[in-house]
């Protein structure tokens, strides 16, 4: 079902002197203006446009793509304020709307803020919310599995860490002490989900799956092979002289380190790691 606030591929029906006319499904026919219509566009092609309302509160289409559709959450900046609240820049000619009664606190001009892209259930108008904890549902079912790789939106700090948004839909925490970079608020990254909780709950990490492990050996190849093939550590270290030198938690680098050391890469005895000799890393 073609909706409001989202990207499609439509097809255009013909030309008006105005603009291109796509077939929107259930919508009926959608304007394309001239102004973001290509010069080689025919009849029958499909195009790739974002649906929404105009200045005239009229339904049409354009090739800009938002940075942020219905029904998901981003981190941006204000542009404009007026008396009836203040106006985010969401890649669109037409900003995006954030009435006073949906702000926290009153939002500044030249401040970012994270946000969630929804439709007024009074009048249809694409707005958005700062107040976003109500547009998260925390007994709503999923079926996420761990070590699923998942996308996340840094969402607020607590005494244990980081809360997270998960896929635009549920709440989830990285721990503090398992996160080994730099994190902001708005922040959009890439996580895997650690254990689901029998409450329903979600924990999270930065680190799995074969990507982060080919990334960790790499870092400690890298390491060893600026240091004369050694480092201080080893699989007995503690995990703050780990974190300290390579930037991982300690179940990580045992990870990383034995794969290491099956691929006779490197060896592992009593003062630390050794690189060993004439061997090259070759990834999983």
């Not at 549902?137 to 244990?160: C, M, R, Y």
């Not at 990507?211 to 007995?236: M, P």
């Not at 270290?237 to 045992?254: E, H, T, V």
């Amino acid at each position: 079902m073609i909706q409001v606030g989202q990207a499609y591929e439509l097809s255009v029906v013909k030309f008006l002197d105005f603009g291109a006319i796509l077939d929107a499904g259930e919508l009926g026919e959608v304007l394309l203006p001239n102004r973001h219509t290509p010069e080689d566009l025919l009849i029958g092609d499909l195009i790739k446009v974002f649906l929404y309302f105009d200045s005239e509160d009229r339904l049409v289409a354009t090739t800009q793509i938002p940075k942020v559709q219905v029904g998901e959450f981003a981190y941006l900046n204000v542009i404009d304020r007026n008396q009836i609240g203040a106006f985010l820049d969401w890649g669109l000619d037409k900003d995006l709307l954030v009435p006073f009664a949906e702000q926290h606190v009153p939002m500044e001009e030249g401040h970012s803020y994270l946000v969630y892209v929804y439709r007024d259930k009074n009048d249809g108008r694409i707005v958005a919310s700062a107040k976003i904890d109500k547009f998260i549902d925390d007994d709503e079912a999923h079926d996420f599995k761990p070590h699923e790789a998942v996308n996340l939106i840094i969402a607020n700090t607590t005494e244990l860490g980081y809360k997270a948004i998960i896929e635009h839909h549920y709440w989830g925490v990285l721990y503090e002490n398992e996160v080994f970079q730099r994190l902001s608020f708005g922040q959009s990254i890439k996580g895997f989900i650690k254990r689901v909780r029998d409450d329903g709950k979600i924990d999270l990490t930065l680190q799995g799956g074969q990507v982060s492990r080919d990334k960790n050996a790499t870092l400690i190849l890298n390491y060893l092979s600026q240091n004369q093939g050694f480092a201080n550590v080893h699989d007995k270290s503690a995990p703050k002289q780990i974190a300290d030198l390579f930037g991982m938690s300690k179940g990580a680098f045992k990870k990383a380190i034995g794969g290491l050391y099956k691929q006779k890469v490197i060896r592992i005895e009593k003062d630390g790691i050794h690189l060993s000799q004439r061997q090259t890393y070759k990834k999983n």
